[in-house]
């Protein structure tokens, strides 16, 4: 069978050792080659991965070049996914990028212009889809069990971007290397609004079958000497209702860990009932006509391809099979319109028509 030769490049987001590790432990897999233009930002994946010093490399060519991958997996900063995009594209790779789509909808669709070129598959990871609790939600709803979604509500964050690490380990940074990140950085797509929002609205679009709302409205706090906001909440308004995405920097606590409170996650309405799917719980909440006092279902256990995103795009190129909702372009499209409509509302502070 094919082995899959994939190099990581660009380390801005510490998301990269995590998919780093996917691909290590992936029996058709190899990491060839990972890049990244300060090399500091490599030693720990060069060791745990056991890579060799002609597999490490601080300009994307050379690695491109020298490694051949098939698949490259890309965690720049937000406001540059379509400048990597753009760099990657040209060599004839599928890529796998890490969220969000994009800095804005002009970038998302430059970087899907970019990939036509070649006829490459470009796929969006959401690491909140391989939460068995969001695949066992979208299984309900599409087997009918609150009938025809309507709206949903969605809270989304954690203490701080700066504040865990690749495994979630657990570090407390420091004011100078808040004010180095670009996580912080207006420039560079900062902020809460921008890190997290296009979770609530890129998977609140796979739920609600890919309806596409009307209007947004958002407002928006951030911390006196801080560039970017730390908290936002967006009202979307759809032609049958509304449904709202809520993101915060400075939770209690992480809801990996202890879940804070207000818990992060979703409440959706459909026309014969609600469901409740809490990040990382072991039971999803419904309400139906039938039974209005509720009850649990347990979340299902999550079988290969549908574990991580490594595994899942290997097994959408070797079999053709459809990619999972909020990893496909058009989805993740939807939740762009959404988080750029709601950034461009709080910064006028009106409520705004979709953006095109």
């Given at each position: 069978?094919?082995?899959w030769?994939?190099?990581?490049i660009?380390?801005?987001?510490?998301?990269?050792?995590?998919?780093l590790?996917q691909i290590f432990?992936h029996?058709?897999?190899?990491?060839v080659g990972?890049?990244?233009?300060?090399p500091?930002r490599m030693?720990s994946?060069?060791k745990n991965?056991?890579l060799?010093p002609t597999?490490v490399f601080?300009?994307?060519?050379e690695?491109?070049?020298?490694t051949?991958?098939?698949i490259?997996v890309?965690?720049?900063a937000?406001?540059?996914?379509g400048?990597?995009v753009?760099k990657?594209?040209p060599?004839?790779?599928?890529?796998?990028m890490e969220?969000?789509?994009?800095?804005?909808?002009?970038?998302?669709?430059?970087?899907i212009a970019?990939?036509?070129?070649?006829?490459?598959?470009?796929?969006?990871?959401w690491?909140?889809?391989?939460d068995a609790g969001q695949q066992t939600?979208?299984r309900?709803?599409?087997?009918?069990l609150?009938?025809?979604?309507l709206?949903?509500q969605?809270?989304?964050?954690?203490?701080g971007?700066?504040?865990?690490g690749?495994?979630?380990?657990e570090?407390?940074?420091?004011?100078e290397?808040?004010?180095?990140s670009?996580?912080?950085?207006k420039?560079q797509?900062g902020?809460s609004l921008l890190d997290?929002?296009?979770?609530g609205t890129?998977l609140?679009?796979?739920?609600?079958?890919?309806?596409?709302?009307?209007?947004?409205t958002?407002?928006w706090?951030s911390?006196p000497?801080?560039?970017v906001?730390?908290?936002?909440v967006?009202?979307?308004?759809?032609s049958?209702?509304?449904?709202r995405s809520e993101t915060?920097?400075g939770?209690?606590t992480?809801?990996?860990?202890?879940?804070p409170?207000p818990?992060c996650?979703?409440v959706?309405?459909g026309?014969?009932?609600?469901?409740s799917?809490?990040?990382?719980e072991?039971t999803?909440?419904v309400q139906?006509r039938?039974q209005?006092?509720?009850?649990?279902?347990?979340?299902d256990?999550?079988a290969?391809?549908n574990?991580?995103?490594i595994?899942?795009?290997?097994h959408?190129l070797?079999?053709?099979?459809p990619?999972i909702?909020?990893?496909?372009?058009?989805?993740?499209r939807?939740?762009?319109?959404?988080?750029?409509t709601?950034f461009?509302?709080?910064?006028?502070k009106?409520?705004?028509p979709?953006?095109?």
């Amino acid at each position: 069978m094919k082995r899959w030769r994939i190099a990581g490049i660009n380390f801005d987001h510490f998301h990269m050792g995590d998919l780093l590790r996917q691909i290590f432990d992936h029996p058709l897999a190899d990491i060839v080659g990972i890049a990244d233009e300060q090399p500091e930002r490599m030693v720990s994946a060069t060791k745990n991965f056991g890579l060799r010093p002609t597999q490490v490399f601080t300009d994307y060519r050379e690695c491109m070049d020298k490694t051949k991958p098939d698949i490259v997996v890309l965690c720049p900063a937000a406001s540059k996914h379509g400048e990597w995009v753009a760099k990657i594209a040209p060599y004839g790779t599928h890529i796998l990028m890490e969220k969000p789509f994009a800095g804005s909808l002009a970038e998302a669709d430059a970087m899907i212009a970019s990939m036509q070129v070649k006829g490459k598959t470009l796929a969006i990871n959401w690491p909140l889809v391989w939460d068995a609790g969001q695949q066992t939600a979208h299984r309900l709803i599409q087997e009918g069990l609150i009938g025809q979604p309507l709206e949903f509500q969605h809270c989304g964050g954690n203490r701080g971007p700066l504040y865990h690490g690749a495994d979630k380990i657990e570090v407390e940074p420091t004011a100078e290397e808040k004010a180095a990140s670009w996580f912080y950085s207006k420039e560079q797509g900062g902020g809460s609004l921008l890190d997290y929002m296009g979770y609530g609205t890129t998977l609140g679009t796979w739920h609600l079958g890919s309806a596409v709302p009307l209007e947004v409205t958002c407002t928006w706090h951030s911390t006196p000497g801080l560039e970017v906001d730390e908290h936002s909440v967006a009202i979307i308004r759809y032609s049958h209702g509304l449904s709202r995405s809520e993101t915060r920097w400075g939770t209690f606590t992480d809801p990996w860990t202890l879940q804070p409170q207000p818990k992060c996650g979703f409440v959706i309405r459909g026309t014969d009932g609600t469901l409740s799917c809490f990040d990382y719980e072991k039971t999803v909440r419904v309400q139906t006509r039938s039974q209005p006092e509720g009850f649990d279902v347990p979340v299902d256990v999550i079988a290969e391809p549908n574990r991580n995103p490594i595994e899942h795009f290997i097994h959408h190129l070797e079999s053709g099979e459809p990619l999972i909702g909020p990893l496909t372009l058009n989805i993740s499209r939807i939740g762009q319109q959404i988080v750029d409509t709601a950034f461009l509302s709080a910064e006028a502070k009106k409520t705004l028509p979709l953006v095109a």
